[in-house]
């Protein structure tokens, strides 16, 4: 049974930091995808990074790639998010999830180009001016 549960969010100021952990128990699969998502109120889920486990390449969308930071402690089973320069924008719940994807780990409609998707159940994040 695979169980992802996400942590450290809260509300900030802008221009602050957090960083997310992503506990993840329970996946046996040689090739898969990780990675992180966010939905804020009234907009659709939107995928913003990942790591390909069989390749150890990330992948970023290009509105979050100057101040987010995928990475992950293999040896703990965790997967981090750090977060710099927090915008006001930025206010969403965030999820971990993880699919079974052969290839890049790329997003189409706000999760993985793949199957079985497991989701955490969020942790929110809060940016005040």
């Known amino acids: 049974q695979v169980q992802l549960m996400e942590s450290g969010g809260g509300s900030v100021q802008a221009g602050g930091s957090l960083r997310l952990s992503c506990e993840v128990s329970?996946?046996?699969?040689?090739?898969?995808?990780i990675g992180w998502f966010r939905q804020a109120r009234g907009k659709l889920r939107e995928g913003l990074a990942s790591?390909?486990?069989?390749?150890?390449?990330?992948y970023y969308v290009a509105f979050v790639k100057d101040r987010f930071t995928i990475s992950q402690n293999s040896a703990k089973n965790i997967m981090y998010l750090q977060m710099n320069d927090l915008k006001p924008e930025d206010t969403a719940m965030y999820y971990c999830?993880?699919?079974?994807?052969?290839?890049?780990?790329?997003?189409?409609?706000?999760?993985?180009?793949?199957?079985?998707?497991?989701w955490g159940h969020g942790t929110q994040v809060t940016v005040h001016a």
């Open positions: 329970g996946y046996s699969y040689s090739s898969y995808c």
């Open positions: 790591i390909n486990a069989e390749r150890g390449t990330t």
């Open positions: 999830a993880v699919a079974r994807v052969f290839g890049d780990c790329t997003f189409d409609d706000g999760e993985f180009r793949g199957a079985g998707h497991v």
